[in-house]
């Protein structure tokens, strides 16, 4: 079955860089677009990147433009999100998600998430 | 970029009764070429990651129960649930995904 681990989360002061981990399994990881979508504590669900299946093409959310970078290594079914320069207001559980297989798809599949949490 | 806007923010639902959920878009969803309506529902049970239930506006994914439904042309959009368990509680979202990827703010439904 599908499954999404994230991983790499913790406390980092502001300023510093964190990398946030996905490990995909159950289904062919180089064929498929992946996201990231953070979820601030008690907030609702923020876009914040996604990549193409063969890493080609990523596209960010104005709030995180030009400090986090998303990329992928196929031969190790692994989904990464760089994330420099980081704020209070990045505090959230970050989610990977699946992009189903198809032109603008839908995210189908989710991991469980991991906690970020940015503080001096 | 497209502001997704949903009500009520809080719902309060008895077993048994329906219930919906209103989502509205800054503009419309649909793609003229192909005929799809970009609209997608999700629902974040308690201490739970995301979990799809409507896809491209009424798509049942799979799995999800036959008395949720989707519905709306354009800019609005409604998430129906025809007789509400106690299971489907927590929060419920719309995303539009016609032109990056947004969503509303989110309904928290609860039992009376």
């Known amino acids: 079955q599908v499954q999404l681990v994230e991983s790499g989360g913790g406390v980092v002061q502001p300023g510093r860089s964190l990398r946030l981990s996905c490990v995909a399994s159950g289904f062919t990881f180089s064929g498929y677009s992946m996201h990231w979508v953070r979820q601030a504590p008690g907030k609702g669900l923020e876009w914040v990147a996604v990549?193409?299946?063969?890493?080609?093409?990523?596209y960010y959310a104005d709030s995180v433009k030009g400090r986090f970078t998303i990329s992928r290594d196929n031969s190790k079914n692994t989904l990464y999100l760089q994330m420099n320069s980081l704020r209070a207001e990045d505090t959230a559980v970050y989610f990977c998600?699946?992009?189903?297989?198809?032109?603008?798809?839908?995210?189908?599949?989710w991991g469980h998430g991991t906690l970020v949490t940015v503080s001096s | 970029d497209i502001v997704m806007t949903q009500t009520p923010l809080s719902l309060p639902v008895t077993p048994g009764e329906p219930a919906s959920i209103s989502c509205r878009s800054s503009q419309s969803l649909l793609d003229s070429d192909d005929g799809n309506t970009y609209l997608d529902w999700y629902l974040q049970k308690p201490g739970q990651s995301p979990q799809l239930l409507i896809y491209s506006l009424s798509y049942r994914a799979s799995g999800v129960p036959d008395r949720f439904s989707g519905s709306g042309s354009g800019t609005e959009f409604t998430l129906k649930i025809s007789r509400v368990e106690a299971e489907d509680v927590g929060v419920y979202y719309c995303?539009?995904?016609?032109?990056?990827?947004?969503f509303g703010q989110g309904t928290k439904v609860e039992i009376k």
């Open positions: 990549i193409s299946s063969n890493g080609g093409l990523q």
């Open positions: 998600a699946r992009e189903m297989s198809m032109v603008r798809g839908y995210l189908d599949y």
């Open positions: 995303m539009q995904r016609i032109a990056g990827w947004t």
